[in-house]
């Protein structure tokens, strides 16, 4: 592994331990040439996702932006991290095992949503906006009153 610091590959792993709910394995590292310290997470990729975009360009799938999307749409609201990595986890699960191969971007949003809805409603609805490209003020009240049933 190389050091995030100085570049160096002779880094120790000094600490491992579960993280995510045992999705995944966090080591603590230490640079021998710079004394940095810094941390690694390790999770099991059963194979490579490919998204599929609207325009029919591909890219694979980068667990960090959907883990972003999460940050940003519950951003200010008290939900428990560990709440929000297993929804990540559940998600990337499925991604996984789609059979296609090829996942289409917009079973990732529709999972995005899924996963807010269960976890936090006006994140869901910060989610939505976005999403489904809200562009005024009767856009939320109409979404609000169809998926949310107020």
Do not use: W
Request: charged content about 35%.
């Amino acid at each position: 592994m190389l050091c995030p610091f100085c570049g160096s590959e002779d880094t120790q792993v000094k600490d491992s331990r579960p993280a995510e709910d045992g999705a995944a394995i966090r080591r603590r590292r230490l640079c021998g040439d710079c004394n940095a310290r810094f941390t690694t997470f390790e999770r099991v990729q059963l194979r490579e996702i490919t998204i599929v975009k609207r325009s029919g360009r591909k890219s694979v799938f980068d667990r960090d932006k959907l883990d972003r999307s999460f940050q940003i749409a519950l951003r200010k609201r008290e939900v428990n991290s560990d709440e929000v990595a297993r929804s990540i986890n559940d998600i990337v699960r499925q991604l996984e095992s789609y059979s296609e191969g090829d996942v289409p971007s917009h079973l990732v949003g529709e999972l995005v949503m899924k996963a807010l809805a269960a976890l936090d409603q006006v994140a869901y609805v910060r989610y939505a906006s976005v999403y489904r490209n809200f562009e005024e003020a009767s856009d939320f009240e109409a979404f609000v009153e169809k998926e949310l049933g107020e």
